[in-house]
């Protein structure tokens, strides 16, 4: 893929929001230099560059730590962890403030997503998914102690202080509460708020090549609808909200299960929820290829099907958001960035996927993306280009057959999308992307991208006419079907219907 086509890929891929930080590591190797290099060539900001050697060199530090570990006794343990916490905020405090927030979260989004980065760098990223470095265990107690009155080992009957996981803007404490219920403690970064205001504060940045590559892009209303969805997170209450919702949509279901929220022990800044089990994404790869068939259906069905079915669905796809047991079964978290629909813009999905997958109508869909202000009216290109450019998005859907989205599916597409030196060169200048289609975007690449990793095989078109609703197929699958057997038996759907 040219440089010219990794400039595209990074501005669109990671929904418009992470492409400087991706575009840099896509051209990178593993050692400092040769991102100062890629850098400088951009013209990034001094902040920037020493965000990508952070990552890098943070990444491979808590590797590192993580091996020693192994091999330490008990006080040794206890060293290693107190002298990498220190360590990891004098980096944080000289490089960044805090390597958390927007900044992170951009990391996060260019390890899973951008399946050309290479071996090393995202080895080093991946480590940013469910396992960033944490804070200590008294800045955490005392966060608890701040958010709900009292230190957590007075709250819970049992406290574990070491974090089971930790990301972008908390990390995720094990606890018994006093009903003998066992929870996961979500705590909130200290000042990850100032940090992430900050950040996208300066958001235009994240923008500055795009201009001459996408000039019809209205950057404006995105760099909002990005803003809007990245401080959402911040608020834990709103996070307990959506997840209660979804909790409530899928609650019985035989193979999809959304974590149940105790409001007593929840706040802006803490969320406690049921704890979870599961594995995570990576030994799923390890997993019988039917066993990671099932687990890709089941992502499939929860992400989409809640677009056309609850009008919303959690748009962020990485990772550490899943944990998954044999038969399909996922297990979902973190509903800090939902994307809600209005009804037009449901409508909009569904004419769009009517045209170009049911009806085959190019005029007809070249009309809908131009009335939805994704392609310039009037832009001097055939309705069979347009068709083409556009096709990637539906092509796993467009024939009732089996189709393996791997990682060569996924590569060809995004080159197909956004290599500005193809044959689509010239119609990439006429798009833009609406506001309401930026987490879309997002979620259904980040997916594709889970998907080539997985090598994950179905019939998707089969799969999608059961979620569709203007098609309502019979279930195609075994998956399929018990999600049909759940809704008539919760009262979802009636056995006619």
């Not at 004098?90 to 805090?98: H, N, S």
């Not at 102690?145 to 930790?166: H, I, N, T, Y």
């Not at 990301?167 to 219920?181: D, K, L």
């Not at 809007?228 to 909790?247: G, K, M, S, W």
């Amino acid at each position: 893929m040219s440089s010219q086509s990794r400039k595209g890929l990074v501005a669109v891929v990671l929904g418009m929001v992470a492409g400087f930080v991706a575009l840099l590591l896509r051209n990178a190797d593993d050692d400092v230099d040769s991102l100062e290099a890629a850098v400088s060539s951009r013209r990034l900001a001094a902040r920037n560059l020493r965000l990508a050697k952070l990552g890098v060199k943070g990444g491979g530090r808590y590797a590192r730590f993580r091996a020693q570990k192994i091999f330490a006794d008990a006080a040794r343990s206890e060293e290693l962890d107190t002298e990498f916490q220190l360590q990891t905020a004098e980096d944080v405090a000289a490089e960044l403030g805090q390597m958390k927030g927007a900044m992170m979260k951009i990391g996060q989004m260019a390890s899973y997503i951008d399946t050309g980065l290479p071996d090393t760098v995202r080895n080093s990223l991946a480590s940013l998914q469910h396992d960033a470095p944490p804070m200590s265990a008294e800045l955490a107690a005392k966060q608890i102690e701040a958010e709900l009155g009292q230190r957590p080992e007075l709250l819970f009957a049992s406290w574990d202080p070491v974090p089971l996981a930790s990301a972008s803007i908390g990390q995720v404490h094990r606890a018994i509460t006093h009903e003998n219920q066992a929870v996961a403690v979500k705590v909130q970064y200290p000042g990850v708020g100032e940090a992430m205001a900050a950040d996208l504060g300066n958001a235009d940045w994240l923008f500055g090549g795009m201009a001459a590559m996408f000039p019809g892009l209205d950057k404006g209303p995105i760099i909002e609808e990005l803003k809007t969805r990245l401080i959402e997170e911040l608020d834990y209450t709103l996070e307990a909200e959506r997840q209660a919702r979804f909790h409530a949509a899928y609650k019985g279901h035989p193979y999809i299960t959304v974590p149940g929220v105790h409001d007593r022990y929840s706040t802006k800044r803490v969320l406690t929820t049921d704890l979870a089990e599961g594995v995570r994404f990576g030994e799923v790869l390890g997993w019988s290829e039917a066993e990671r068939n099932l687990a890709a259906e089941t992502l499939f069905r929860f992400s989409f099907g809640a677009i056309y079915r609850e009008h919303s669905f959690n748009g962020d796809p990485h990772p550490g958001n899943y944990l998954f047991q044999p038969g399909g079964r996922v297990t979902f978290l973190d509903f800090g960035l939902v994307k809600e629909f209005a009804p037009d813009e449901t409508k909009l999905f569904e004419e769009l996927i009517k045209e170009m997958v049911i009806d085959h109508d190019p005029p007809a869909f070249r009309a809908l993306v131009e009335e939805a202000g994704i392609l310039k009216t009037g832009a001097p290109h055939s309705d069979a280009e347009v068709v083409d450019y556009f096709a990637f998005y539906y092509r796993y859907v467009r024939e009732d057959r089996l189709v393996t989205i791997d990682a060569d599916y996924a590569a060809a597409g995004v080159a197909q999308l956004f290599d500005m030196s193809s044959a689509h060169g010239s119609l990439m200048k006429q798009l833009n992307v609406p506001p309401s289609m930026v987490v879309l975007q997002r979620i259904t690449l980040g997916l594709m991208g889970l998907f080539a990793q997985l090598d994950a095989t179905a019939n998707w078109r089969r799969i999608a006419e059961e979620l569709w609703p203007f098609v309502d197929a019979e279930p195609s699958t075994e998956l399929g079907r018990r999600h049909r057997a759940w809704e008539i038996e919760t009262g979802r759907r009636t056995a006619t219907t």
